[in-house]
């Protein structure tokens, strides 16, 4: 009898194993299936992108190539402020945001270049390219609903998303199993779950070129998956600890070496969940980013501890070592200018040895190899927006605002600049590593280019956030004939009044009706007395009405016959990002059909 009872039990506990394995293996094709959906709907933005054989390796590698032109777009620190002279004419000012009629007594006229003759050929061979719209700006009523924020900028489509994600978790969890008397079962869920930790946390990320969209767009899903695995990482371990405890059994089974290696991995996942709250991310990011780096390497070591993980585990380490070898690949180091810009609150850093191999909007990750920095300071990289178009004079140019212990350092790093012979200051030389570029206008997106028709851009920034504009206004100035873009409208929203250089991008969009409106959030109209602009260029006090804008840029569209559609791109704040996203989610249905929909793309800061 004894012995036919423990037949019966180990028959269960077979059972229960093989039905843990399928679950696990299940779930894992069950989300691979969900990501092959989302790129699916990619697909046709994806061949309209590879269909033009000059976008298919651009934006990858940096380098440096031979300029056989002058370059047309300047951005000389010494041109970025406002003039202003007390015996011209002041601006007549509009003393709120309800539009922008300003009119100007303009500056004596840039010397204009022709558009023609910036590059040695067409990029494009002398063909448009073909406009693929976003899914979303067709499917209005729908992507109204799924757009709507619900908390700390969560949408309701990120929110669904990961419902169904916690869905799928918890049924594999609780299907036909205890956690307390079968602890196996949350083991084998965690395991599954470590392969999509670990792409959703690659900065080369996989899902994203198959959906298109940038990384940081993911980590979201990161984020939840990390919980996730904490959690059950910690019901696995607890649920064997009591086991063990009511058999008497815990001495006997921490004594073997593959559950020594478990409880290592154990610590490593709490020691990553840790460090992953926000309290630790703001209080000490250094120690984020250590115990990121370690935590996550050693588990990949502590997680076989049954050689039934191996596989997941092997899927994993591919995924990790593939996005090393990226970051290898794509780093650089090289020698770089600070500048600071006290008026802005910012340094200037020019890396004249990388002048090519990005595309507007992109962003590098940037490390200061300078004792200046500080001993935790050369172990910190930062992500920030590429603030010009490549192949000029001055190469890659970042605009890094003091905001934080580590942008003051460098800000304070670059004020004991040098002067050279005449006076004038020639900037401070530092090494940096700089990687990347990354895509936060995704791989298979919408390039500035692909915008034809009577696509009015309508572009709205904080005050950093206006690296983002700039590179992409200057690239579509610079296109000339091969964008059939028509209007342009640019918003910037600053608390400080400075105004950059605009002028040279106005005079020679002839093509592109150009229009600059900022607003300053802490002036009154006496502060823009004896102040004079170009035209196209508009000042106001107080903060932007996004409503207005997108409603003329729409107009425009209307009353030029064009159906290709309104981009609109917004980079800043999390409130500046929910305010416009609130605006193009509420507009008006017909109207958005009219014009061939409405894409919309987000640059926050701080994710």
């Not at 908390?151 to 799928?168: D, I, K, P, R, S």
């Amino acid at each position: 009898m004894s012995f036919s009872t423990q037949q019966t039990t180990s028959a269960l506990t077979s059972n229960s194993s093989d039905l843990d394995v399928t679950l696990a293996y299940h779930l894992d094709i069950v989300i691979a299936i969900v990501i092959l959906l989302f790129a699916l709907f990619n697909v046709p933005r994806a061949v309209a992108r590879l269909a033009n054989p000059s976008e298919r390796f651009r934006g990858h590698l940096l380098r440096y190539v031979p300029l056989h032109r002058k370059p047309r777009i300047n951005l000389n620190t010494q041109s970025i402020y406002l003039y202003s002279d007390p015996e011209k004419s002041a601006i007549d000012l509009n003393d709120s945001s309800e539009g922008c009629s300003t009119t100007f007594k303009a500056l004596p006229a840039l010397p204009t270049q022709s558009l023609r003759n910036t590059t040695n050929s067409s990029p494009f061979g002398g063909q448009k390219p073909v406009h693929m719209p976003m899914l979303s700006s067709l499917v209005h009523p729908v992507t109204s609903i799924l757009s709507c924020s619900v908390h700390e900028g969560y949408t309701v489509g990120q929110v669904l998303l990961m419902a169904g994600y916690v869905a799928m978790i918890f049924y594999c969890g609780f299907y036909k199993s205890n956690p307390f008397s079968d602890p196996l079962r949350a083991g084998w869920v965690v395991i599954s779950q470590i392969p999509f930790a670990y792409i959703f946390a690659s900065k080369n990320n996989v899902v994203g070129a198959l959906v298109g969209v940038g990384y940081e767009k993911l980590n979201y899903l990161h984020r939840l998956i990390g919980c996730l695995v904490v959690v059950g990482a910690n019901v696995h371990a607890i649920g064997y600890v009591y086991k063990w405890s009511l058999a008497g059994q815990l001495s006997t089974e921490l004594a073997q070496p593959y559950i020594r290696w478990a409880f290592v991995g154990l610590a490593c996942v709490d020691l990553l969940g840790f460090g992953s709250t926000q309290f630790v991310r703001s209080k000490s990011y250094n120690l984020f980013i250590i115990s990121h780096v370690l935590g996550s390497f050693v588990l990949l070591f502590a997680c076989q501890h049954r050689p039934a993980c191996v596989p997941y585990i092997a899927a994993a380490s591919v995924f990790y070592g593939l996005d090393r070898l990226m970051r290898m690949v794509k780093t650089r180091i090289t020698t770089a200018t600070l500048r600071p810009i006290p008026e802005l609150g910012l340094t200037r850093v020019e890396i004249p040895s990388l002048n090519s191999g990005w595309r507007a909007g992109q962003h590098v990750r940037l490390r200061v190899l300078s004792t200046g920095m500080g001993f935790l300071g050369l172990t910190e990289v930062h992500p920030f927006t590429i603030a010009n178009v490549e192949r000029t004079e001055e190469g890659m140019v970042l605009m890094c605002k003091k905001a934080g212990r580590w942008t003051t350092k460098m800000y304070e790093l670059s004020a004991t600049a040098k002067y050279g012979e005449r006076g004038h200051e020639v900037g401070k030389n530092v090494r940096v590593m700089v990687e990347g570029p990354y895509a936060p206008i995704p791989p298979f997106s919408m390039p500035p280019q692909e915008a034809v028709g009577n696509t009015v851009i309508s572009s709205y920034s904080g005050a950093l956030g206006i690296t983002f504009v700039l590179s992409a206004v200057q690239e579509l100035v610079r296109l000339g004939d091969d964008s059939s873009v028509r209007t342009i409208d640019i918003v910037w929203s600053i608390p400080d009044a400075v105004i950059p250089l605009f002028t040279s991008l106005i005079e020679q969009s002839t093509l592109a009706r150009l229009r600059v409106s900022v607003f300053y959030t802490r002036a009154s109209k006496g502060s823009f007395q004896g102040m004079y602009l170009p035209p196209g260029v508009t000042l106001a006090p107080g903060r932007p009405k996004a409503a207005k804008f997108l409603d003329d840029a729409v107009t425009s569209t209307q009353s030029g016959g064009g159906a290709t559609g309104v981009f609109v791109g917004v980079c800043g704040p999390p409130a500046l990002a929910r305010d416009v996203a609130d605006v193009v989610r509420t507009f008006d249905i017909y109207r958005k059909r009219i014009v061939g929909g409405i894409e919309l793309h987000e640059e926050v800061f701080g994710w």
